[in-house]
């Protein structure tokens, strides 16, 4: 229960954190977002190990770093934080922020190659044993989403993350379609990083 929590609380501020940057209009909302990000990671890793996304509790488990009777209380942990975060958005910012963008091959593939990346990142750096103990972890993973939402932000919304992608389209900004790639796309990308992962490294 403990775990649940902190992973209700970190992944409701980085949603929170989403919502109300994207909605500044500021060209800092992906520094904004990468900085949020870092805290809740430091805040949080000792605990649950601050997955915060379900294509990464996807990637821990298959990797062997998440007990399976943690996942069901860690996806309905980030999913109830990704919906009351984007309520608590619209009723302070009010509706729609951003047209939806479009669903594309383009976007589902780079969803999935930057969910690829952060969940590689977070693997090697926050599970592996040659790793292990390192001050670096939060900020590399912090980071990955900072080049994922410069890069790649204008062409999928820049999510990486299912629980983020179901509180942008509760949130009116992005479609059923992009939602379905934020699932699709995402959770294939996490799936995939933890079967590389296992390739390079083994079970170490």
Not at 67 to 96: H, M, N, R
Not at 114 to 122: D, G, Q, S
Not at 175 to 181: C, E, F, R
């Amino acid at each position: 229960m403990k775990k649940a929590l902190v992973e209700f609380i970190g992944t409701f501020f980085l949603v929170f954190t989403i919502g109300m940057a994207v909605r500044s209009g500021s060209s800092l909302a992906p520094v904004a977002i990468a900085a949020g990000l870092i805290a809740v990671i430091y805040a949080g890793g000792h605990v649950s190990g601050a997955h915060f996304n379900p294509a990464v509790t996807l990637a821990a488990f298959l990797r062997g770093k998440c007990p399976k009777g943690d996942i069901l209380p860690y996806l309905v942990a980030q999913f109830l934080a990704a919906i009351s975060a984007a309520a608590l958005t619209c009723w302070i910012a009010g509706e729609v922020a951003a047209p939806a963008l479009r669903a594309t091959i383009p976007s589902a593939v780079v969803e999935f190659l930057f969910t690829f990346a952060l969940c590689w990142v977070i693997l090697n750096v926050a599970t592996a044993k040659g790793t292990a103990g390192n001050w670096f972890y939060g900020l590399a993973i912090g980071f990955t989403v900072l080049a994922g939402a410069i890069s790649v932000g204008a062409v999928s919304g820049g999510a990486f993350n299912p629980a983020v992608g179901l509180a942008v389209y509760a949130m009116g900004m992005e479609s059923a379609k992009q939602l379905a790639i934020y699932f699709a796309a995402d959770l294939a990308g996490g799936a995939v990083a933890a079967l590389v992962y296992l390739y390079v490294n083994g079970k170490d």
